[in-house]
Structures are given as C-alpha cells and as structure tokens.
C-alpha cells in the first residue's frame, strides 16, 4: 500500500498568565501528513502538536504558552499531486461559525 496525503486540523489554545481564561486565543493550524494510513498520519499529527507547543514572554510581560489541545479532523486528500489549486482540506459550516470566523479581533 503506498502512502498518502492526510490534511490534519489541530487545535491550540494560548494560555496568557496576564488573562483571564475567557480571553485566551486559539488556533486552528493546518498541516498536511504523508502516511501509509488515517492512524499513521494521527500519530504523526499528535506528534506534531506536541512538538509545536512553545512558551514566550509577550510585549506586556505575560508569559504566554502555546498548548496543543486536539486534532478537530483529519481528511485524506483526495489528490495524489499536491500542487497549486489542490484542496487540502474543506468542511460545513453552521451560520453561527460563520459569524464567528468572519468577526475580526479587536484591532483589525
């Protein structure tokens, strides 16, 4: 069996030592895996998230910490190629997430 594409979406939370927990920021990354299997590229992507998690002092003097929390999906990706155009990764939206990707951080 030969390997395969998998497109991987996980989930990080930045836990901020000056916030409170309601105002943390998360992440959705991402990442494409080459795997002879779905279980394969999930080993592959908890590694991953693991290995990506960092620790940094903010401007303000917070300590900042960049926890991996979960994979939230994992798609094989349909093209044997990757190259300009192919899709990596898509999924259905509820109205409410809409709403919720389309609203800016304060700032923007």
């Known amino acids: 069996m030969s390997n395969k594409w998998y497109s991987t979406s996980l989930l990080f939370e930045g836990v901020n030592s000056g916030k409170p927990e309601t105002e943390y920021l998360w992440e959705e990354s991402i990442v ?3 795997a002879k299997d779905e279980e394969e590229a999930i080993k592959k992507a908890n590694l991953y998230g693991i290995n990506s998690e ?3 002092e903010s401007v303000s003097k917070d300590i900042v910490k960049w926890k991996f ?4 999906g994992i798609q094989e990706v349909l093209s044997d190629k990757i190259s300009d155009g192919t899709e990596v990764f898509s999924r259905h939206l509820r109205a409410s997430e809409v709403t919720s990707l389309r609203t800016p951080f304060d700032g923007e």
């Open 32 to 34: 494409l895996f080459f």
């Open 54 to 56: 960092t620790e940094y």
């Open 69 to 72: 929390r979960h994979i939230l």
